[in-house]
């Protein structure tokens, strides 16, 4: 569909622009004092590029998720921590991995981990709670192989909450580890 209206739109465009840079013999009028007078206007029409613009014969749901997928984000699931710490949880690691290889697949690519925390603790401890997860999480990428050079961290602490609620349900969604895929 995306495919289908860009295609329109640059049709419309190079209409408007051929109508716009064609001048074929206009009148203007001009109007003084108690007189009207009409002149032919007598220039020679600017010449204009012909571009071609391949449009395909019949847009297919293939190639409508062909063309997705060559711009969809690549993202990874967060990573959870229990209440005050920082280790890498057994449910956090095959995140990691994936993460893991996906970054051997693609040297190109770097990583930022982001460390947050909830709102319990003062700004301060939870700073250096967040920053203490990014950690945790670029040693077990290096672990895997990955060069510290590709991976940057930022502790938020509680400043970037996913749930805002009060409660132990959100708290819990609260206290991860974000990666931001960075090309």
């Known amino acids: 569909m995306r495919e289908r209206l860009r295609v329109f739109g640059l049709l419309l465009a ?3 622009i051929a109508a716009l840079t064609v001048s074929c013999g206009k009148k203007a009028t001009v109007k003084g004092e108690g007189e009207e007078v009409t002149a032919e206007k007598t220039e020679q029409p600017t010449e204009i590029k012909e571009e071609v613009v391949s449009i395909p014969e019949k847009v297919t749901e293939e ?3 062909a063309k997705a997928e060559e711009v969809t984000e690549i993202t990874f699931e967060n990573i959870q921590f229990d209440f005050d710490k920082y280790f890498i949880r057994e449910d956090a690691r095959p995140t990691l991995e994936k993460l893991g290889a996906y970054m051997a697949d693609n040297p190109d690519v770097n990583v930022l981990i ?3 925390c909830d709102e319990r603790g003062t700004n301060e401890y939870n700073f250096a709670l967040g920053e203490r ?10 672990n895997l192989a990955v060069d510290a050079g590709r991976i940057k961290t930022i502790s938020y602490g509680e400043e970037r909450p996913l749930d805002p ?3 132990e349900a959100s708290w819990a969604q609260n206290r ?3 990666f931001v895929i960075l090309k």
């Open 176 to 178: 991860r580890a974000q």
């Open 63 to 65: 190639t409508v998720v």
């Open 114 to 116: 982001e460390g947050h």
């Open 165 to 167: 609620g009060h409660s």
């Open 133 to 142: 997860r990014s950690q945790a999480a670029m040693d077990y990428l290096v």
């Open 14 to 16: 190079l209409l408007l």
